[in-house]
């Protein structure tokens, strides 16, 4: 069929009929995305941990946190794939096996920054600062992506905060008198993620262009401050700490801006040479909401929980419309030195919630606007339309592009669900791109299973497993693999596996 192609477009072409346009444009992204914290340690070489993070000193001392033992795995960081080691492996595989031209990875700022940065001014003295064998292995990475022809984009901050500036053992086991209070602690940790987000640049801007400030910072605030349990949470891990989240809502909002005010300046570098040399987003947990029935009081829950979760945040960092009391009014709109901050949209995408609404705001304290069961928030729903409406959001809404640089299936009691979820979802991202979205690339979770934060290595979302038991921490492919690569070949959906895995309107 792909030799036919030409001579199709031709007789299109005689006929006066407009061309086809192909369902993925050339130079769409074709990933799969990891984080560092998650699978640079457990080299079978020898330790290669990084124990200056919040959450490795987490999970490490979880013996501490007794009303927690439930929440956080037994597993250690060691127990990971050893990426840092590893990576060229992961490199080639990414490239020969399956087909991939991008890698979405993260920088550690405990790694480059062991210690306080605070008052360090210039790119020399940072440089000084920062640790000379994490700077040398991170270019040697970036070298080796670059070997394979792999587009990395690079997560500064994927959840972890240095230990210098967050304490989260000490701040949930004495939350009113830590010292060290990571997100809440606003201009120390605005400035400081300012600093290293320069430095960054200017390090690494010759060889990276594509850029995420920060990931899922819902996924900080709902599982750090609020309702943490034993499916997600977050250093400190506290409960029902309303002022605390709208302040770190506001805070991580903030600190984007600065962020990439300071990427803007410091990276001049072209690494790619398409003319531009940043194009920076933020990653977001994106989730489509839907009332439990079609009653008043049910769509009311679902726009409510929907502005909560996903616009009152988008619109502060895209449009600069900020509601600090979550009432859903802006107190103010279009601030300039928040707008116009975003290259493109990060979606994640994983789930879709379903709501029933109530009377009466279940949690006044955080917003009049919680007028929702909260049981029906735990529902989980694999929703591969999801990906549509998100990608649509960012089109309609927010003008802007988008990426799908997060979706995957667990596969620990299914190998094979991994391809049907990338083929189900993949159609998705197809149909976003006919109907106008301007989808960039596509990025799949994950490259190989990786310690899933307080689940260990319990929770599997790798293409190829990896046995946290073997010393070699060798990697086997899952059925996705194979599935992907036809994918990644055709720069579509083959039919034949739109066929095995349909994607229902």
Same mark, same amino acid.
């Given at each position: 069929?792909?030799?036919?192609?030409?001579?199709?477009?031709?007789?299109?072409?005689?006929?006066?009929?407009?061309?086809?346009?192909?369902?993925?444009?050339?130079?769409?992204?074709?990933?799969?995305?990891?984080?560092?914290?998650?699978?640079?340690?457990?080299?079978?070489?020898?330790?290669?941990?990084?124990?200056?993070?919040?959450?490795?000193?987490?999970?490490?001392?979880?013996?501490?946190?007794?009303?927690?033992?439930?929440?956080?795995?037994?597993?250690?960081?060691?127990?990971?794939?050893?990426?840092?080691?590893?990576?060229?492996?992961?490199?080639?595989?990414?490239? %020969?096996?399956?087909?991939?031209?991008?890698?979405?990875?993260?920088? %550690?700022?405990?790694?480059?920054?062991?210690?306080?940065?605070?008052?360090?001014?210039?790119?020399?003295?940072?440089?000084?600062?920062?640790?000379?064998? &994490?700077?040398?292995?991170?270019?040697?990475?970036?070298?080796?992506?670059?070997?394979?022809?792999?587009?990395?984009?690079?997560?500064?901050?994927?959840?972890?905060?240095?230990?210098?500036?967050?304490?989260?053992?000490?701040?949930?086991?004495?939350?009113?008198?830590?010292?060290?209070?990571?997100?809440?602690?606003?201009?120390?940790?605005?400035? %400081?993620?300012?600093?290293?987000?320069?430095?960054?640049?200017?390090?690494?801007?010759? %060889?990276?262009?594509?850029?995420?400030?920060?990931?899922?910072?819902?996924?900080?605030?709902?599982?750090?401050?609020?309702?943490?349990?034993?499916?997600?949470?977050?250093?400190?891990?506290?409960?029902?700490?309303?002022?605390?989240?709208?302040?770190?809502?506001?805070?991580?909002?903030?600190?984007?801006?600065?962020?990439?005010?300071?990427?803007?300046?410091?990276?001049?570098?072209?690494?790619?040479?398409?003319?531009?040399?940043?194009?920076?987003?933020?990653?977001?947990?994106?989730?489509?909401?839907?009332?439990?029935?079609?009653?008043?009081?049910?769509?009311?829950? &679902?726009?409510?929980?929907? &502005?909560?979760?996903?616009?009152?945040?988008?619109?502060?960092?895209?449009?600069?419309?900020?509601?600090?009391?979550?009432?859903?009014?802006?107190?103010?709109?279009?601030?300039?030195?928040?707008?116009?901050?975003?290259?493109?949209?990060?979606?994640?995408?994983?789930?879709?919630?379903?709501?029933?609404?109530?009377?009466?705001?279940?949690?006044?304290?955080?917003?009049?606007?919680?007028?929702?069961?909260?049981?029906?928030?735990?529902?989980?729903?694999?929703?591969?339309?999801?990906?549509?409406?998100?990608?649509?959001?960012?089109?309609?809404?927010?003008?802007?592009?988008?990426?799908?640089?997060?979706?995957?299936?667990?596969?620990?009691?299914?190998?094979?669900?991994?391809?049907?979820?990338?083929?189900?979802?993949?159609?998705?991202?197809?149909?976003?791109?006919?109907?106008?979205?301007?989808?960039?690339?596509?990025?799949?979770?994950?490259?190989?299973?990786?310690?899933?934060?307080?689940?260990?290595?319990?929770?599997?979302?790798?293409?190829?497993?990896?046995?946290?038991?073997?010393?070699?921490?060798?990697?086997?492919?899952?059925?996705?693999?194979?599935?992907?690569?036809?994918?990644?070949?055709?720069?579509?959906?083959?039919?034949?596996?739109?066929?095995?895995?349909?994607?229902?309107?």
């Amino acid at each position: 069929m792909r030799r036919l192609a030409p001579l199709a477009l031709a007789l299109a072409a005689c006929s006066g009929a407009a061309p086809v346009k192909p369902p993925f444009p050339a130079g769409f992204a074709w990933g799969a995305a990891i984080a560092g914290f998650q699978v640079d340690m457990g080299c079978p070489s020898g330790p290669c941990d990084d124990p200056r993070s919040d959450w490795y000193d987490f999970v490490t001392r979880r013996g501490e946190l007794k009303d927690l033992q439930d929440a956080i795995s037994t597993d250690l960081p060691s127990a990971g794939p050893g990426y840092f080691e590893l990576y060229a492996q992961d490199h080639r595989r990414a490239k %020969e096996e399956l087909g991939l031209n991008a890698l979405r990875v993260s920088l %550690e700022w405990s790694r480059l920054f062991p210690n306080a940065t605070d008052g360090i001014v210039g790119q020399d003295a940072l440089r000084a600062a920062a640790d000379p064998e &994490a700077l040398a292995a991170y270019h040697a990475m970036f070298a080796s992506l670059k070997a394979q022809g792999l587009r990395p984009m690079v997560t500064l901050n994927h959840y972890t905060l240095p230990l210098w500036l967050h304490d989260g053992v000490a701040c949930h086991l004495d939350f009113d008198h830590c010292t060290r209070r990571g997100w809440l602690d606003r201009e120390r940790i605005e400035a %400081e993620l300012a600093r290293y987000a320069g430095f960054c640049g200017a390090e690494f801007g010759g %060889e990276v262009d594509w850029w995420v400030t920060e990931n899922e910072p819902i996924n900080v605030i709902f599982p750090a401050y609020l309702l943490p349990g034993a499916e997600r949470l977050n250093p400190p891990a506290v409960t029902f700490k309303y002022a605390a989240a709208r302040s770190v809502l506001l805070t991580m909002v903030e600190a984007h801006a600065r962020m990439v005010d300071a990427l803007r300046t410091s990276d001049t570098a072209d690494a790619d040479g398409d003319g531009k040399p940043t194009f920076i987003g933020l990653v977001f947990a994106t989730v489509p909401v839907k009332g439990k029935t079609s009653s008043a009081l049910d769509a009311r829950a &679902a726009k409510d929980v929907d &502005a909560l979760y996903n616009t009152a945040f988008l619109d502060a960092v895209i449009l600069g419309d900020v509601d600090a009391d979550l009432d859903g009014v802006p107190e103010v709109k279009g601030r300039s030195d928040l707008a116009g901050r975003m290259d493109f949209l990060g979606l994640n995408i994983y789930t879709r919630i379903t709501v029933e609404g109530t009377d009466a705001p279940v949690l006044p304290d955080l917003s009049p606007r919680t007028r929702f069961n909260p049981i029906t928030l735990q529902a989980f729903e694999d929703y591969p339309r999801g990906l549509y409406e998100m990608a649509m959001l960012a089109k309609d809404r927010y003008h802007l592009p988008s990426i799908v640089t997060e979706t995957g299936a667990q596969v620990q009691t299914d190998g094979a669900a991994g391809a049907s979820w990338l083929v189900r979802y993949a159609q998705w991202a197809r149909r976003a791109i006919r109907d106008g979205a301007d989808l960039r690339g596509f990025f799949y979770w994950s490259l190989m299973d990786n310690y899933e934060w307080n689940h260990g290595m319990d929770y599997r979302f790798g293409l190829y497993a990896v046995d946290k038991a073997d010393p070699r921490k060798a990697r086997t492919a899952r059925p996705a693999v194979d599935v992907y690569r036809q994918i990644t070949r055709a720069n579509d959906v083959p039919s034949s596996l739109a066929q095995q895995y349909p994607a229902p309107e």
